[in-house]
C-alpha cells in the first residue's frame, strides 16, 4: 500500500515527455491553456504530456480549432482539474471519428479498445480505469503528515460522505477538511463542518474510505460488484 498522497491512476501514466504544443495553427493559446490547467489545480506537467500524446496521434486535430478544444479538455480533466469533468466526458461522448478516438484515448493514456468500457463505467463510477483491478481497488490516498509535505498534523479521526459526488469530508485534530475526487484528481481543502451528509462511508457503490489510527493518509476505496 502506497505512504504518500498519490492519485493510482497517475503513478504509472506512461505518457512521454513532451514540451507545450504550438495550436497557433487552431486558434488556441496553449499558454492560456496552461494557466487555465494551474487555476483548475491540475498537474501542468501532466496535461502537456497528455495533449502532446493525443496530438502526435491525430496530427490534423493542431489545426483545428473543434478538434483540438476536445484535446485541450480532455488533456486538462486528465491531468487532474475536476471542474473539466463534465466538459471532457460530454466531448469524449460525441467522438465518432476513428483517428480522433485513438487520439482521445491516447490523451486519457488508455488503450483506444478499453474507451468505450471507460465512457460506459464513468457514468456510474467516477473512479474507475482499466488498471483499478491491478490496485486492488484503491484509486487514491490523501492527506499525510505535514512535516514531510502532507496536509495533516495527526490521523484522521472521522469520515463522511457528502452529498456532493466524489466528495468526502474528515475530521483531523478538530477541523475539517474536504476531498473532492474522481479517477485523475483529488483535491483537499480546509473546510467547515458539513452539513449536508448523504451517507457514511461503505454506501451501495461501494466506495468506502479507508482510515487508521496510525496513518495520516486515507485511502480511497472501490469494491467491484459480484
Known sequence: MIRRPLQLANARDGFPPASPPDLMAAGLDVAAAIEGVRREHGEVGLFVRALAAGLAEDTDAAADRERALDLVAIAA?????????ADALTRLERIEAAVERRAAAKTLGIGVDFLEAFLRRQRTDRFWWPGRADE???????????????????PPDRVVRLA?????AFLVAGEWWRLDADVWGAR???SVEPEAVAAEDGASDGVSIVIGPDTHLAWVHV???A
Do not use: E, K, M
Open 188 to 190: 483537499l481543502t480546509a
Open 136 to 154: 486492488r481497488g484503491y484509486v487514491l490516498a490523501t492527506g499525510g503528515f505535514r512535516g514531510v509535505g502532507g496536509a495533516w498534523i495527526r
Open 164 to 168: 456532493d459526488a466524489g466528495a468526502f
Open 223 to 225: 469494491r467491484d460488484a
Open 77 to 85: 480533466w486528465r491531468s487532474g482539474a475536476l471542474a473539466l469533468r
